[in-house]
């Protein structure tokens, strides 16, 4: 008899199990409990999420860099630090390091905060180079060599940095390698004037950022539901032409006469694996060029370095990025 039910019983608890897309869609409205405006950084931080990416925020002070990232983890059931970065910041302080204990006469390792499922990086580039650095194992391998100890990070695992515009002062470039690493470049505007009257009503009504909870800010999503929306979108059909469109995206980057770097490689699997992730938010199983149009700025502004003659005339890498989509043929 029990094994006559089982299948029954198992039908019954995938018909009550929540649709992942339905979550992740929840996920979007918890985080506009407590941040206005930005739906395009909030939807980047999803699709990020989906990828199992990391994200680059940048805007200047003020625009809700760090409370977005903080509304984030509110609305999901994952274990969070942060880390303030600071010139004095040290690699240990990231990733941890051996500490000697006199009652056993042996080094133990302490963890540091990057072991954790969302790393907020606040201000990642307010710290020197070397300490930047510290993350590139943690954010491509998933892991942190300590002593030529391999210590694997929890899963899953993300790294949402802030930073403010270069120009501002106190400030370090981030290296080629490490920007290279994170799957979204997503700028924060300044807002609009009816989304500025809306922040100010929040706040004359009683809203405090430092609360979250007080704001209704509720876990919504979670490792289960992020695991399952990943082996949904594994399973989306990318036909060989809008392959090849993300292809000759790419390589037209690396022809640029603007531009002394291109996208690499890597560049060209995170802009398929965000439009796969973003196809699937929008309700298909399928990628259209549309799909990778819609990521291509985030996903590769970040990744292609000027020359100096073009910056020296305005120009900047998102106008070469939509120069190249404007003149790469999509695919019907």
């Known amino acids: 008899m029990t094994d006559q039910t089982a299948p029954a019983q198992l039908a019954e608890r995938a018909a009550a199990a929540p649709d992942p897309r339905q979550a992740l869609g929840a996920l979007r409205a918890e985080i506009g409990k407590a941040v206005v405006g930005q739906d395009a950084a ?35 059931s ?29 080094f133990s390792f302490q963890p540091g905060p990057v072991f954790t499922n969302l790393l907020l990086a606040d201000e990642i580039n307010r710290t020197p180079p070397k300490t930047q650095a510290s993350l590139l194992e943690a954010m491509e391998e998933r892991q942190v060599t300590v002593d030529g100890e391999p210590r694997p990070l929890p899963e899953p695992f993300l790294v949402a940095a802030t930073q403010n515009p270069l120009e501002y002062e106190g400030t370090y470039p981030l290296p080629e390698a490490q920007l290279d690493r994170f799957l979204l470049k997503l700028v924060l505007p300044l807002p609009d004037r009816e989304q500025e009257f809306q922040v100010l009503s929040r706040h004359a009504a009683g809203f405090d950022p430092r609360d979250l909870h007080a704001a209704g800010v509720r876990p919504v999503a979670g490792p289960a539901d992020l695991a399952a929306a990943r082996a949904a979108i594994a399973e989306l059909t990318v036909s060989p032409e809008v392959l090849a469109y993300i292809v000759d995206l790419c390589r037209a980057t690396r022809q640029s006469p603007s531009l002394s770097m291109g996208v690499s490689p890597r560049g060209a699997t995170g802009l398929l694996n965000a439009s796969r992730a973003w196809a699937w938010l929008a309700g298909r199983d399928y990628v259209t060029p549309d799909d990778v149009k819609a990521l291509a700025l985030p996903t590769l502004r970040h990744r ?15 106008t070469v990025i939509q120069a190249v989509l404007a003149q790469t043929p999509a695919p019907r």
């Open 42 to 76: 909030v939807t980047g931080l999803v699709v990020a999420l989906l990828c199992g990416g990391h994200v680059l925020l940048e805007g200047v002070p003020g625009v809700a860099k760090t409370l977005l990232v903080r509304a984030l983890s509110a609305a999901l």
């Open 78 to 106: 994952l274990e969070t630090k942060r880390i303030q970065f600071t010139p004095d910041l040290m690699p240990g302080d990231v990733t941890g390091s051996l500490v000697y204990d006199a009652r056993t006469a042996e």
């Open 304 to 318: 292609v370095q000027l020359r100096a003659e073009a910056e020296m005339e305005g120009v900047t890498a998102d």
